[in-house]
């Protein structure tokens, strides 16, 4: 079993950064592919970031590209999302997200990941 837990969302107005964190408990974080999904309101959750066993960064978003960045701290367990330059078309519920134990690969598809946090808020607004 994996337990994730999302913090550090919060209300920000424009141009202004966060930094989102994603705690994992049940398990070494570097057994599993981590990404980053958001979901705006009224629309369907996509894939933002993803960072796979072997360390490899893939971004499946291309509007927050140079203003997002995923990280971990394998000796914390625990994963992050760096955001900078926050618009207002940034806000949503933002959830992280573990593959299965044997596939270490990211992948743009939330199906593929098994195990989830409840998500955290992210408001960008003047």
């Known amino acids: 079993q994996l337990q994730l837990v999302e913090s550090g969302g919060g209300l920000v107005q424009p141009g202004g950064s966060l930094r989102l964190s994603c705690a994992a408990s049940g398990s070494s974080m570097d057994d599993y592919a981590r990404g980053w999904f958001r979901q705006a309101p009224g629309k369907e959750r996509e894939a933002v970031l993803c960072?796979?066993?072997?360390?490899?960064?893939?971004n499946y978003a291309d509007s927050v590209k140079g203003r997002f960045t995923i990280s971990r701290d394998n000796a914390k367990n625990t994963v992050y999302l760096q955001m900078n330059s926050l618009k207002p078309e940034d806000t949503g519920v933002y959830y992280c997200?573990?593959?299965?134990?044997?596939?270490?690969?990211?992948?743009?598809?939330?199906?593929?990941?098994?195990?989830w946090g409840r998500g955290t808020q992210v408001t960008v607004a003047s």
């Open positions: 960072i796979s066993r072997s360390g490899l960064s893939t």
């Open positions: 997200a573990a593959r299965r134990r044997v596939s270490g690969a990211c992948s743009r598809n939330a199906s593929d990941f098994i195990y």
